[in-house]
């Protein structure tokens, strides 16, 4: 199975901020890689898809990079809409499997 | 609009069986893969299982297989997961997702059904 782990665990960060979280596959996937972030009581969001598409409607502040290994996502401006929960995904084979998640949260 | 609603959690004790349901709608259901994600408690998003838009082809996570199966009905717009021999770490929220295809990842999601495995 193909192990993602994320970094860091939380992240605090104040409103303008930027940031960003890393996410490392165990091995090769490619670009097949989604960003979700997930809000208590609120269905998981697509952010990021194939690495670096931003999905239609999320805010251009988001943004995705790499391939193979290593990924990132990067909040360009933090806005108190964001902060939540953010996963990533692989789906280059099955098992699918997620990274632990990054909580972000206000500092 | 693009929708998808699970049903059927609720509280069992371990050993026992229950069966979740996703209702979807707005979409032509028939046409797409479907999964199963969950998430226990305090803990990140685990994929459960994927079913092929015509159902001819299943994958379950090893944490599952054997006891869980997944299947879908879709002259229903439907999803379902058959849980047998529940266990107490089995405990999360049930959520089903579809998947878009060609790599565009799963879009959307449903709020999720909780179940909890307990004597």
């Known amino acids: 199975d193909i192990q993602m782990t994320q970094s860091p665990s939380t992240l605090s960060g104040s409103q303008g901020d930027r940031v960003t979280v890393t996410c490392r596959a165990s091995q090769s996937i490619g670009s097949s890689l989604a960003w979700y972030q997930r809000k208590p009581g609120k269905a998981p969001k697509i952010l990021i898809y194939v690495a670096s598409a931003l999905e239609s409607g999320v805010p251009s502040r988001f943004s995705g990079s790499g391939s193979g290994t290593e990924f990132t996502l990067t909040i360009s401006s933090l806005q108190p809409d964001d902060f939540a929960t953010y996963y990533c995904?692989?789906?280059?084979?099955?098992?699918?499997?997620f990274g632990q998640g990054t909580k972000l949260d206000i500092k | 609009q693009v929708q998808l609603v699970e049903s059927g959690g609720g509280v069992v004790q371990p050993g026992r069986s229950l069966r979740l349901s996703c209702a979807a709608s707005?979409?032509?259901?028939?046409?797409?893969?479907m999964h199963w994600v969950r998430q226990a408690p305090g803990k990140g998003l685990e994929w459960v299982a994927v079913i092929w838009s015509d159902g001819s082809k299943k994958d379950h996570a090893d944490s599952v297989k054997g006891r869980f199966t997944i299947s879908r009905d879709n002259s229903k717009n439907t999803l379902y997961l058959q849980m047998n021999s529940l266990r107490v770490e089995d405990t999360a929220v049930y959520i089903c997702a579809r998947d878009r295809g060609a790599g565009a990842g799963f879009d959307p999601w449903g709020l999720g059904t909780l179940v909890t495995v307990s004597s």
């Open positions: 707005g979409f032509t259901f028939s046409t797409y893969g």
């Open positions: 995904q692989q789906y280059y084979s099955y098992p699918y499997t």
